[in-house]
């Protein structure tokens, strides 16, 4: 028997009314987008229904934003001061410029899976945006995907010329370092399929060796690395 779906009314709460400042309302409303979204898709919810959860008037909604196009963007604008990513790409560039292999890959994979576990609801928005094949995808993409794939691929072209990687398609080596935190975001964050008992930290050594490893030539791989978070071995992910 299939599972009932979720009324898209119950997410409305009464709401008591009171005055806010144009920012703070802004915010506001761009949060309860991103939970409906995240929810219903982009097809099963509507600015109504967003307006009636932020307890305002559609009107209002399109005051703030006059298209749809606009709150996408400032929904994606939002999300990426929030969680500092500007910030981090700056630091990625100084990791990439002083040669520290390591340390980049682990941030990279780091960034991801502390993304899926701090804010599940814009990863599953974003996975239902790329199943809509919706134009947030897209403005996603163009904003972040394809820089960040830009970036480390010309990092490890780079890194190949010097001798530091074996040589293979750099394009590769990045879906290579990106799959691993991405599907496991996916399957234990989105999906709630918990398969895999060991930490955080661990899991995210694992995961560099691995393609740091796939990476250096072969007189150059790890051997007998000693873990950092060892100490952490006997959590699990929560």
């Not at 340390?103 to 960034?111: N, P, T």
Request: proline residues 3%; hydrophobic residues 40%; glycine residues 6%.
């Amino acid at each position: 028997m299939p599972a009932p779906r979720t009324d898209i009314r119950s997410l409305a709460k009464p709401v008591v009314r009171h005055r806010m400042s144009r920012d703070d309302r802004r915010q506001q409303l761009i949060e309860v987008a991103v939970k409906f979204f995240s929810e219903f898709g982009f097809q099963g919810a509507s600015t109504k229904s967003i307006a009636e959860a932020a307890g305002v008037t559609e009107a209002l909604i399109y005051r703030h934003f006059s298209t749809k196009e606009q709150l996408y963007s400032a929904i994606l604008d939002y999300k990426l001061q929030q969680s500092g990513t500007h910030e981090w790409i700056g630091e990625l560039y100084e990791l990439a410029e002083a040669g520290k292999d390591e340390e980049l890959l682990r941030s990279v994979a780091g960034r991801i899976l502390e993304a899926y576990r701090k804010d599940p609801d814009f990863q599953r928005l974003m996975f239902r945006a790329a199943l809509e094949n919706h134009d947030f995808s897209m403005l996603t993409t163009e904003k972040v995907g394809l820089p960040l794939f830009g970036f480390l691929r010309d990092y490890i072209a780079r890194r190949q010329s010097a001798g530091a990687f074996r040589k293979c398609d750099p394009g590769v080596a990045v879906f290579a370092l990106l799959a691993l935190p991405v599907y496991f975001g996916i399957v234990s964050r989105l999906f709630g399929i918990k398969v895999v008992k060991t930490s955080e930290e661990d899991l995210l050594d694992m995961a560099t060796d691995l393609i740091l490893n796939g990476l250096l030539p072969s007189d150059r791989k790890l051997k007998n690395r000693t873990r950092r978070s060892s100490r952490s071995s006997s959590k699990e992910i929560h």
